[in-house]
């Protein structure tokens, strides 16, 4: 023990006498790889999926063979954990010579990384090569991180979207709703044969606050955190709409699917003709994996979906600043993004703009096959932010109060 004490008060005194280095700057990017290659960036991101991970030996060998960067995966339970480590880091006055070099990222760990001012500097992520192909224009989710202003301070990765998926052997497509509004009339007509899961759970939580995006009468109070004062004003049009829906459904609303396994069962029983996910490559899965009849299709609505964009960050006391960049520039890169799309290999869906792209690479992409029910990422339509976090908290509690626990 008393060895490792002195191991620490000698490390710490060995970094206190570093002197610290220029921060790199993007806009000299011969510079940035140069001083990239022999680094190696320890990559802090989730590790529960064999998929991702092996996606990320992917790019790990390509940055190796390119870039001569050593990618080293750290996998990760909760990316908590490595907030936390920078905190720490922080506190111990270790500003430079940081164990975290890059993180996977986005919501309320991008929000207090920010606000303690642990992240590397603004602007960076704008200033990569491949940014030119990234869809910041009609994707709004790119610069505004779970309504926190992003800032350049992460770059984009991919994408989550809410999309709903019906049966065309039972619901035709021309019939299909294409607001919360029509929704809701699709339901009058078809009564029984729509249901969602019931707050708290995640995917039960963002249809009602869908709901909330469409018919709040500002948008923009959603980006702040939850007004007290005015919260029963801005949400009565969600309650009087689920007051009106709720009947309804499935089961009269008495009852709700669990979770989204449970929903996505209800439609292959033909018990519901809508359901939804916010994967929108989980029906082409699910009838891959036989869970699905090969008939489910894919829609969303025209004036948007929620949605959100996760991204990949730098700590401001990262060791290894050039090779972030470079290896966040690469995740960017139409070549990365495509194989990231694929099915076979991921299946997330890409930040670029396709119409961005030369023929050569927008034919890389129009050649994936995304499965049966797969809308193009170009089809997806328009994302909708996704509210302050307090305003699901809100959401759940009221949800509760008036409607209970199901049975």
């Given at each position: 023990?008393?060895?490792?004490?002195?191991?620490?008060?000698?490390l710490?005194?060995?970094?206190?006498?570093?002197?610290?280095?220029?921060?790199?700057?993007?806009?000299?990017?011969?510079?940035?790889?140069?001083?990239?290659?022999?680094?190696?960036?320890?990559?802090?991101?989730?590790?529960?999926?064999?998929?991702?991970?092996?996606?990320?030996?992917?790019?790990?060998?390509?940055?190796?063979?390119?870039?001569?960067?050593?990618?080293?995966?750290?996998?990760?339970?909760?990316?908590?954990?490595?907030?936390?480590?920078?905190?720490?880091?922080?506190?111990?006055?270790?500003?430079?010579?940081?164990?975290?070099?890059?993180?996977?990222i986005?919501g309320?760990?991008?929000?207090?990384?920010?606000?303690?001012?642990?992240?590397?500097a603004?602007?960076?992520?704008?200033?990569?090569?491949?940014?030119?192909?990234?869809?910041?224009?009609?994707?709004?989710?790119?610069?505004?991180?779970?309504?926190?202003?992003?800032?350049?301070?992460?770059?984009?990765?991919?994408?989550?979207?809410l999309?709903?998926f019906?049966?065309?052997?039972?619901?035709?497509?021309?019939?299909?709703?294409?607001?919360?509004?029509?929704?809701?009339?699709?339901?009058?007509?078809?009564p029984?044969?729509?249901?969602?899961?019931?707050?708290?759970?995640?995917?039960?939580s963002?249809?009602?606050?869908?709901?909330?995006s469409?018919k709040?009468?500002?948008?923009?109070?959603?980006?702040?955190?939850?007004?007290?004062?005015?919260?029963?004003?801005?949400?009565?049009?969600?309650?009087?709409?689920?007051?009106?829906?709720?009947?309804?459904?499935?089961?009269?609303?008495?009852?709700?699917?669990?979770?989204?396994?449970?929903?996505k069962?209800?439609?292959?029983?033909?018990?519901?003709?809508?359901?939804?996910?916010?994967?929108?490559?989980?029906?082409?899965?699910?009838?891959?994996?036989g869970?699905?009849?090969?008939?489910?299709?894919?829609?969303?609505?025209?004036?948007?979906?929620?949605?959100?964009?996760?991204?990949?960050?730098?700590?401001?006391?990262?060791?290894a600043?050039?090779?972030?960049?470079?290896?966040?520039?690469?995740?960017?890169?139409?070549?990365?993004?495509?194989?990231?799309?694929?099915?076979?290999?991921?299946?997330?869906?890409?930040?670029?703009?396709?119409?961005?792209?030369?023929?050569?690479?927008?034919?890389?992409?129009?050649?994936?096959?995304?499965?049966?029910?797969?809308?193009?990422?170009?089809?997806?339509?328009?994302?909708?932010?996704?509210?302050?976090?307090?305003?699901?908290?809100?959401?759940?509690?009221?949800?509760?109060?008036?409607?209970?626990?199901?049975?």
């Amino acid at each position: 023990m008393i060895k490792k004490i002195f191991a620490a008060a000698s490390l710490a005194a060995a970094i206190a006498a570093t002197p610290a280095s220029a921060d790199p700057d993007p806009k000299d990017w011969d510079a940035v790889v140069a001083a990239a290659r022999g680094q190696s960036v320890y990559f802090n991101a989730w590790g529960g999926s064999p998929n991702i991970n092996a996606y990320i030996e992917w790019a790990a060998g390509e940055l190796d063979t390119r870039y001569g960067i050593d990618l080293v995966h750290v996998k990760l339970d909760d990316t908590a954990n490595a907030v936390a480590s920078v905190v720490a880091e922080k506190a111990a006055g270790r500003d430079q010579g940081g164990t975290i070099d890059m993180i996977w990222i986005n919501g309320e760990n991008f929000a207090a990384m920010k606000e303690q001012s642990l992240l590397f500097a603004p602007g960076w992520a704008e200033e990569l090569p491949n940014w030119r192909f990234v869809d910041f224009e009609t994707q709004s989710t790119i610069r505004t991180d779970f309504t926190v202003p992003v800032e350049g301070l992460e770059s984009p990765w991919g994408m989550a979207k809410l999309v709903f998926f019906h049966d065309e052997a039972n619901t035709p497509t021309d019939t299909l709703p294409q607001s919360a509004d029509e929704l809701l009339q699709w339901a009058r007509e078809n009564p029984g044969r729509f249901s969602y899961p019931q707050p708290p759970d995640f995917i039960g939580s963002s249809f009602v606050k869908q709901v909330l995006s469409e018919k709040v009468a500002d948008r923009s109070v959603l980006l702040d955190p939850v007004d007290e004062a005015s919260f029963d004003d801005v949400t009565a049009p969600v309650f009087e709409y689920l007051d009106e829906l709720h009947p309804l459904m499935w089961r009269q609303g008495r009852a709700y699917p669990q979770n989204y396994p449970a929903m996505k069962q209800l439609l292959a029983d033909n018990e519901v003709d809508i359901i939804f996910a916010f994967n929108p490559a989980e029906a082409s899965s699910a009838i891959a994996n036989g869970e699905l009849p090969d008939t489910v299709r894919s829609f969303t609505f025209p004036g948007g979906t929620l949605a959100n964009t996760h991204f990949v960050s730098i700590p401001y006391n990262s060791s290894a600043k050039e090779a972030a960049l470079v290896t966040a520039d690469f995740l960017i890169s139409p070549e990365a993004q495509t194989r990231k799309q694929d099915p076979s290999v991921w299946g997330d869906p890409t930040v670029l703009a396709l119409d961005k792209l030369d023929a050569e690479d927008r034919a890389r992409f129009d050649a994936l096959d995304l499965g049966i029910a797969t809308l193009a990422p170009d089809e997806l339509g328009p994302a909708l932010d996704e509210p302050h976090p307090s305003w699901m908290d809100r959401l759940e509690d009221e949800w509760r109060r008036r409607y209970g626990v199901a049975n």
